[in-house]
C-alpha cells in the first residue's frame, strides 16, 4: 500500500546541524497532516513537530527556533532541518503520517510510521 521510507540523521557534534526526509511511497489518494516524533534510551516517544497539509506548523517547546519542518505536497514528502544541536536531542526519530490509500486501495485511512532513523549529538 503505502509506507514511509526516512533518510538522513547520523552524528553531530552539538550546536552542528542535522536534516531528516521522509517520503511516503505507493498507492496514495491524499496525504494528511505529517509529524516527526522522537524516542530517546528509556523515554516514551514524543511529538517533535507537526505540519498540516495547508502548512501550518506546530513545534514541541524543546525545539522552538532550533527546528524547522517543511514538506512538498507534490512528491509527498516532509523534511525537518535540525540546528543548533543538544546532547539531548539525542535520539531515534521517526517519520508519522495520516492518509488516504489509492483507489485500488477504496482509500482506506492509513496511519503511518517510518523505520526509524538514529540522530545522535556529542557534546
Known amino acids: 500500500q503505502v509506507q514511509l521510507v526516512e533518510s538522513g540523521g547520523g552524528s553531530a557534534r552539538a550546536g552542528g546541524s542535522l536534516s531528516l526526509s521522509c517520503e511516503a511511497r505507493?498507492?496514495?489518494?491524499?496525504?494528511?497532516?505529517m509529524s516527526w516524533h522522537r524516542q530517546a534510551p528509556g523515554m516514551e516517544r514524543e511529538l517533535v513537530a507537526s505540519?498540516?497539509?495547508?502548512?501550518?506548523?506546530n513545534y514541541a517547546d524543546s525545539v522552538k527556533g532550533r527546528f524547522t519542518i517543511s514538506r512538498d505536497n507534490a512528491k509527498n514528502t516532509v523534511s525537518l532541518q535540525m540546528n543548533g544541536l543538544k546532547p539531548e536531542d539525542t535520539a531515534v526519530y521517526y517519520c508519522y503520517a495520516e492518509a488516504q490509500a489509492g483507489s485500488d486501495y477504496l482509500h482506506k485511512y492509513l496511519e503511518l510510521w517510518g523505520q526509524g532513523t538514529r540522530v545522535t549529538v556529542s557534546s
Open positions: 505507493g498507492s496514495i489518494y491524499r496525504m494528511y497532516v
Open positions: 505540519i498540516t497539509s495547508s502548512g501550518t506548523s
